[in-house]
């Protein structure tokens, strides 16, 4: 479970405000008409990254994609470079697999005619072959309708997306906030190691 900045000291806290305004500002302004409780539970699971959480993250995909705010960033990099569809696909069969019996065969269409569909509004990038063996999935809808196209396109995240995440300057500037709360903690526990007012600020 992703921990929070709560316990950090005050002073380590002004240094992580123009990281989260960023992400924020990015999660804000969607392609589409978001729900505003999605955006503000956005928003909250951003102010719950802690600095062990950033270092998971870079050691895999899964650790990443296992974490509320993990795929929050996550998000916010995807929407930097206008390439959201794959994860809002992933995002959607896990939705999916939450839904009533009674649902699935509408949710199932709905899903198919947003990101499988040739030429649909947010086409993922699948071989024809899963394409196609997800149209005959719809006729049953059942829970493992998508388990293969979502599995390919969290494989094309994890080798594609994911290492140009871990070059990008959002990651780099919450590695270097994972740094600085790490020294600030240090000062607070009566640590030899320093920690200016100036790095950390007020």
Request: hydrophobic share 35%; with cysteine.
């Amino acid at each position: 479970m992703c921990k929070g900045l709560a316990t950090l000291p005050a002073t380590c806290l002004k240094s992580a405000k123009d990281i989260k305004h960023k992400i924020g500002f990015l999660l804000q302004k969607p392609e589409f008409p978001t729900d505003q409780k999605q955006v503000k539970e956005k928003t909250t699971a951003v102010k719950r990254v802690s600095p062990a959480d950033v270092e998971k993250w870079k050691l895999s995909f899964n650790n990443l994609m296992n974490c509320e705010s993990g795929r929050t960033v996550f998000t916010a990099f995807l929407k930097s470079e206008l390439s959201q569809e794959n994860l809002e696909f992933w995002n959607a069969c896990e939705e999916y697999k939450k839904s009533s019996p009674n649902k699935m065969a509408a949710k199932a269409k709905e899903i198919y005619e947003q990101y499988i569909e040739a030429d649909s509004p947010n086409e993922v990038n699948l071989d024809s072959a899963t394409r196609e063996e997800t149209r005959q999935n719809l006729s049953i809808a059942g829970l493992s309708c998508f388990n293969d196209a979502q599995q390919k396109i969290f494989n094309l995240m994890e080798k594609d997306s994911y290492r140009r995440f871990l070059h990008s300057k959002l990651i780099q500037d919450l590695s270097l906030l994972s740094t600085t709360t790490s020294l600030c903690a240090l000062k607070k526990i009566g640590g030899k190691i320093g920690c200016s007012e100036n790095r950390c600020g007020a």
